[in-house]
């Protein structure tokens, strides 16, 4: 029997919207939903008339906020920027104070602090709450990112925990999603309160441009694969496969794995060499490489990860440019075996500096925005329902309850044994990769990101000198304190002569 009011309200039913509606629902939550397009509304209404919970449509915005129980609870998953806006302009009016607001799209964190801050000074509350897991992860279980005022959290607290993934308590591993109208029982939720105003946003632009670098670590080792061994998708198949056995376990080697081994219908080739190799992007990876610029925080493999894709995009330039630049003609004549231990495991290598890359990030912003944040449970509620979980991510979770302060995941015991034993092979993978032609950003940015933060003197002493050299920027001295700044007066520099 249907409620005189809804535990919660959702407008935008796009798939993402109509899959996390049903996400809800099937938890024996009563739900109004609203469309601008009032038959999206009505379909979707007439098709699921039998969830647990119930789903009720509505409309108007008028309407739909009346069928709310207080305080309000309303998620908006529209599109991103001046949409969202605009359905927030069209909701205050017609709310209460003490109602909130969630934003579950893919927010710029700086919007949502804007919007946070503008309906607290209505009496209204606002989370923005990162949603990862696309379709799937929307109606079996996401990654829930949610951040705003801790009061408003625990009003949403049982319905993000009910419906968010869900891993085992001892092993972190996900517990499979269950069919429409049977929710999984049981396990941690993958959810938890981020921080104040934007962090739950800020986290989930981190997690998509960490997901950048793991999707393009991935197709590095596919394309030495190739290139190096002359192995076809289906062999590739069966080694990914291989490998989502131990350490590299994860959704995106797993789906890899999959794509590999399948045949294109219609031509019957493997799927893979039909598809243009042109990447699109919707941008949280630019975001997260811009912000990581601006706060002068090194994330050089988040970036080459974005410039890959921007390559990419270039098709007709690359294939003109193929037909006159050349590259070395040296083949790979050793053992196959060797070489893929090795691509394994300059994968992982490169996988945690890039995840160490993306912790250094939100270490430095919660210093910037004021927030609080628990780094290791941020891993932990990666391990399900989001595009990156993976096995892997349990090691962070255990870094930071091992040191809660850890400067840098590379420096956690685990970590560094790891790089102790196989640094040898990364190092033999970005060598080979550069003497065969085989462009290879991510390995070769993260290995560099490795070797410069173990040094404990990096030639920036004769970049700040050619500073203040031409710029009189001025310099620090070895035998000075920090902070103290220094000028030479340097001598005109000779010029040469030009012939008259």
């Known amino acids: 029997m ?11 039913l796009a798939v993402m919207g109509q899959n996390l509606a049903l996400n809800i629902a099937d938890h024996g939550f009563q739900i109004s939903v609203y469309n601008r397009t009032t038959e999206k509304t009505e379909k979707f209404a007439a098709e699921n008339p039998s969830t ?15 069928s709310l129980a207080k305080p309000r609870k309303v998620v908006i998953l529209v599109q991103a920027g001046k949409a969202t806006d605009a359905v927030i302009d069209g909701l205050v009016p017609l709310l209460e104070a003490g109602d909130i607001v969630i934003d579950g799209g893919n927010a710029l964190w700086t919007d949502t602090i804007r919007r946070e801050k503008a309906l607290r000074e209505k009496s209204l509350r606002f989370i923005g709450s990162g949603v990862s897991g696309g379709e799937e992860g929307a109606r079996f279980g996401p990654s829930l990112m949610p951040g705003g005022e801790p009061a408003a959290w625990e009003e949403l607290k049982p319905i993000w925990e009910a419906i968010a ?54 197709c590095e080792a596919y394309a030495l694969m190739r290139g190096l061994l002359g192995l076809k998708p289906a062999e590739m198949g069966a080694i990914f496969s291989e490998w989502n056995t131990g350490i590299l376990d994860s959704f995106l080697i797993e789906i890899t794995a999959d794509i590999l081994k ?10 893979v060499d039909v598809v243009l190799d042109t990447a699109g992007q919707k941008g949280t990876g630019k975001w997260t490489s811009t912000n990581a610029l601006d706060m002068g925080v090194p994330a050089p493999t988040v970036a080459e990860a974005v410039f890959a894709r921007c390559i990419s995009a270039i098709k007709e330039e690359r294939v003109a440019a193929a037909k ?30 890039s995840y160490a890359q993306g912790f250094q990030l939100m270490r430095t912003a919660q210093q910037e925005y004021g927030w609080t944040l628990n780094f290791g449970e941020i891993a932990r509620i990666w391990r399900g329902g989001c595009i990156i979980r993976a096995a892997f ?29 196989a640094q040898e092979n ?16 991510t390995f070769s940015s993260a290995l560099s990101y490795y070797d410069s933060y173990r040094s404990a003197r990096l030639p920036a002493n004769l970049l700040q000198a050619q ?12 035998d000075q304190p920090r902070g103290k700044f220094f000028h030479l007066d340097w001598p005109e520099p000779t010029r040469p002569q030009l012939p008259v």
Not at 343 to 348: C, E, F, N, S, V
Not at 410 to 418: A, G, V
């Open 2 to 12: 249907a409620k005189a009011r809804s535990d919660i309200g959702l407008i935008g």
């Open 165 to 218: 993934a869900k891993v085992d308590a001892k092993t972190g591993k996900p517990i499979p999603g269950a069919a429409p109208g049977k929710p999984v029982s049981g396990g941690v939720p993958c959810t938890a309160y981020i921080g104040a105003n934007g962090a739950g946003h800020y986290v989930k632009m981190v997690h998509n441009g960490i997901e950048y670098g793991d999707m393009q670590m991935i």
């Open 393 to 421: 991510l349990q090691k962070i979770t255990e870094a930071y309850e091992r040191d809660p302060g850890l400067a840098n995941l590379l420096l956690d015991s685990y970590f560094n044994k790891t790089f102790r034993n």
């Open 426 to 441: 990364w190092r033999k993978v970005v060598s080979l990769a550069a003497e065969c032609g085989v462009a290879a950003p």
């Open 52 to 66: 647990p919970g119930g789903v009720v449509g509505t409309r108007t915005l008028e309407e739909f906020v009346g």
């Open 467 to 478: 500073r203040d050299y031409f710029g009189a920027h001025t310099y620090e001295r070895v």
């Open 324 to 353: 006159i630049l050349r590259g070395p003609r040296r083949k790979y004549r050793g053992s196959k075996k060797a070489l893929l231990a090795a691509i394994h495991d300059a994968l992982y290598c490169s996988k945690i500096c």
């Open 262 to 271: 399948q045949r294109d219908p219609s031509s019957r080739k493997p799927f």
